[in-house]
């Protein structure tokens, strides 16, 4: 697909798939880490309770709403594989694109990562949309630059079909000044950003995305997404790296280990960390001795 195909498709509904986007090695050696670093919905189920989660080493189990499944978050402190997808040439260089250009330095952050594991029943309600008055909503695209507050890239780590709780979404909607219908269930807020009274396929207009292994499915936060409900035996595993310009702070304040920054190559340490930390001598040493103490009551 030639560049002008695919800003159309991606401006005018929102979303794109990119087929074959991680190699079967990759997508197999995550699903090795998984399988190697079990957690369930109780141990993720203290982060909503203002505790903190499950720490595998610097990656934190947690879940936003115990239906929506289980969350490695941070994990791309989980090893190389991981770190290797962070500038990933099957998307990186259009997210740096619909990002647009930085304010005289690194244009990207890496907002947010995880891995999704998601058994039968399990389901994420309809959120967002471009009513919402929000930096991660944001899409315009004026004179050729485009401006997209965050790009999400899901990647499959397994066939994801028809009764497997698909991803499902609005295409269009990004562009929409008047709330979907659907929130009227939540009180009728113009500025409602979630229904999760029940799976986002309960919503109209819904179009849910069937994706194989590897695929990854590109779309801008403004779009109104969610996903069905599972029904088919297993699980549902997905990849999520979250994107947005380097001067918006990451969703949960993770620090980067020292380790991790050791091992990165330039271009993925400048989104990890794109405002590099600035301290006096005297709090730098401190903050590293403070780091280190966290870490190890780990």
Avoid at 24 to 47: G, Q, Y
Avoid at 95 to 118: M, T
Wanted: aromatic share 8%.
């Amino acid at each position: 697909m030639d560049e002008q195909k695919k800003d159309y498709l991606f401006d005018l509904n929102g979303f794109r798939v990119i087929a074959g986007a991680m190699g079967a090695a990759d997508v197999k050696a995550i699903n090795r880490w998984i399988n190697e670093h079990p957690a369930t919905a109780a141990d993720a189920a203290s982060f909503e309770k203002g505790e903190q989660g499950k720490w595998i080493g610097n990656v934190e189990v947690q879940s936003y709403m115990k239906e929506d499944g289980v969350n490695y978050q941070n994990v791309i402190e989980g090893g190389p594989v991981f770190e290797s997808l962070i500038d990933a040439a099957s998307w990186i260089d259009d997210v740096r694109r619909y990002v647009g250009p930085g304010l005289g330095g690194p244009n990207l952050s890496l907002n947010e990562n995880l891995v999704n594991c998601r058994g039968r029943g399990g389901y994420i309600g309809m959120h967002s949309g471009g009513h919402l008055p929000f930096f991660t909503t944001l899409f315009r695209h004026h004179t050729g630059s485009w401006m997209v507050g965050q790009i999400n890239i899901i990647v499959a780590l397994n066939d994801i079909g028809p009764g497997d709780g698909c991803t499902v979404v609005v295409p269009g909607s990004h562009r929409s000044h008047i709330p979907h219908p659907h929130y009227d269930d939540e009180g009728g807020d113009a500025h409602k950003v979630v229904n999760y009274s029940g799976p986002a396929t309960d919503a109209e207009c819904m179009v849910e995305l069937h994706l194989k292994a590897g695929d990854a499915l590109m779309f801008t936060d403004g779009l109104v997404h969610g996903s069905s409900a599972r029904k088919n035996p297993g699980e549902r595993r997905i990849l999520l790296y979250r994107y947005c310009p380097s001067w918006v702070s990451t969703r949960w304040n993770y620090l980067a280990s020292p380790e991790l920054l050791a091992r990165l190559t330039e271009a993925r340490r400048q989104i990890v960390q794109p405002v590099k930390p600035r301290m006096t001598p005297g709090w730098a040493s401190a903050n590293r001795a403070g780091q280190s103490d966290a870490g190890a009551g780990r």
